[in-house]
C-alpha cells in the first residue's frame, strides 16, 4: 500500500511558499519619517499622516505619549508589537456590502503601507454570494500583520465601477495586529 504523502505549508521549492514576514522596525520608522516628516520636526501630526491614512486612522493606538503625534519611537514599537507575535498569516474573511447586499465578485485588495513593504506582501479575496471572502496572500490564507490600504474593485464582468474613493483614492484600512482584539473587515461601499 502506498501512502500519499501530505505537503504541508513551506515545502521546499513550491513557487507558493509563504516567507514570514520579515520586519525591520527601525528601518520602517525611518522610512515612514522621512516620506511622511514634511517639516522635518521629527514628528508627525494629523496633516502630515493625512499622506497615509491607514497610519492616520490608527494613529490614537500608536501615540503611546498622548501628545496627539506620531515620533519614529512610536512607529518603531508599533512595528515592533507586530513582530513580536511571530505570526506569519493570521486567517481573516472579510465583506464588502454596497446598501447592506454583498458586493458579489468584489475584489477586496489589502496593499501594505509603503514603510512596511519590505517586510509583508499584499493579499486580497474576492467576495462569495454569502457577502464574504477568504482573504488570500499568494494562495494560502491569511494575512500577515501589519497595516494595509484597503481597496474594493468592481467585479469585472459587472459592468460596474466603484467610486476612486475606494480604490485609487481609497481611505479605507486594516491593521491586523495579533497582540489585540481582531478588528471587523467589513467594507461598505456607497454607490448611486
Ligand atoms: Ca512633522
Ligand atoms: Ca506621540
Redesign the pocket.
Known sequence: MILATTCLLGCAGDPEEFEMPSFSPDQAAKTAMAALDSNQDG?LSDAELAACPPLLSVKDAV?????????AN?IKARVAEYAATNTGLQSLVCSATVRGRPLVGAVVKFIPVEFLTSAIGPAEATIRTNGSGVVLTGKLPGLAPGLYRVEVEAPSNSGRSIPAVYNSESKLWYEMNPSEPPHPAEFAVEMR
Not at 503611546?64 to 515620533?71: I, Q
Open positions: 514628528q501615540d503611546t505619549d498622548g501628545n496627539n503625534s506620531l515620533s512610536e
